[in-house]
């Protein structure tokens, strides 16, 4: 007479890796009890987790590739795990994050603004990187799609570059520059680049192919021959990003990311 054959149970062991599954943060509901449904799946942290529409579903976004790979890069260069950061925006213990490089930035803004709430204008990671190619990368993700830009924006990088950086608005003075980098978007939708020269009081436009924008994402990239003579090193460099809803002051402005002039990141030889 035969055994019956024995069932062997095998324990099966998954590895995952995380995946933003959409990465608009526009599309998550508003009215979900102060925060949005999930806008980016990770498989280390629940699927079912809630998430603030902001910070760390544009961090999401840039992990997978939002932002270019030099920021990846840069990212992971200075945060040791970057998906803690992401927990603390989901949980609320986190409103805003910045490294050499890169910051981030949950739904707000400043007291002073007075204008509209198109997600167009409302960034939420901003970034800038020197490349060994003696390049600067620059970008930023928008909490929705810029392609919705009806009215027009104004977007900024301002670079202290150690030519006698001086502040932009006395309410904050610790963003310094001397260097302009913007990007006009007028009613036609289609873009300007300009760099102005805070310390000789020029303006020079560049090649408006240089920059690309995809939803919510605006990336362009400057060579060191570009920006004003007698500039440092672009490893030396300081930057902070903002957004004027039309070209104005403060009161045109949602906020600042970060809300003080950082180092860029720097990418290969230091």
């Not at 945060?79 to 981030?104: D, K, Y």
């Amino acid at each position: 007479m035969k055994r019956a054959p024995t069932l062997r149970r095998h324990r099966v062991t998954r590895s995952y890796v995380p995946r933003f599954e959409a990465a608009e943060a526009r599309v998550v509901p508003s009215g979900l009890a102060g925060t949005g449904r999930v806008a980016g799946l990770v498989g280390q942290l629940r699927p079912s987790i809630r998430i603030d529409p902001g910070g760390a579903a544009a961090i999401l976004n840039a992990l997978n590739g939002g932002l270019g790979s030099e920021f990846v890069r840069n990212l992971r260069q200075h945060v040791r795990n970057p998906l803690r950061i992401v927990r603390e925006f989901a949980s609320g213990q986190r409103t805003s994050f910045a490294t050499r490089g890169f910051a981030a930035l949950t739904h707000t803004t400043l007291p002073t603004y007075l204008g509209g709430h198109a997600d167009a204008i409302l960034p939420r990671v901003a970034g800038a990187v020197a490349l060994p190619s003696n390049q600067l990368s620059l970008g930023a993700i928008m909490r929705g799609p810029m392609d919705e830009l009806n009215e027009g924006a104004r977007y900024v990088w301002a670079l202290d570059l150690g030519r006698g950086a001086r502040s932009i608005f006395s309410e904050y003075p610790d963003i310094q520059a001397d260097t302009i980098v913007r990007v006009d978007i007028g009613q036609d939708r289609r873009p300007t680049l300009t760099i102005d020269d805070l310390v000789r009081g020029t303006s020079r436009s560049l090649d408006p192919a240089r920059v690309r924008i995809v939803g919510a994402t605006i990336r362009l990239r400057l060579a060191a021959a570009d920006l004003p003579v007698g500039s440092a090193p672009l490893r030396q460099a300081r930057f902070a990003f903002w957004v004027h809803e039309t070209p104005g002051g403060l009161e045109t402005v949602p906020n600042f990311l970060p809300t003080r002039s950082i180092p860029v990141g720097v990418i290969g030889r230091r």
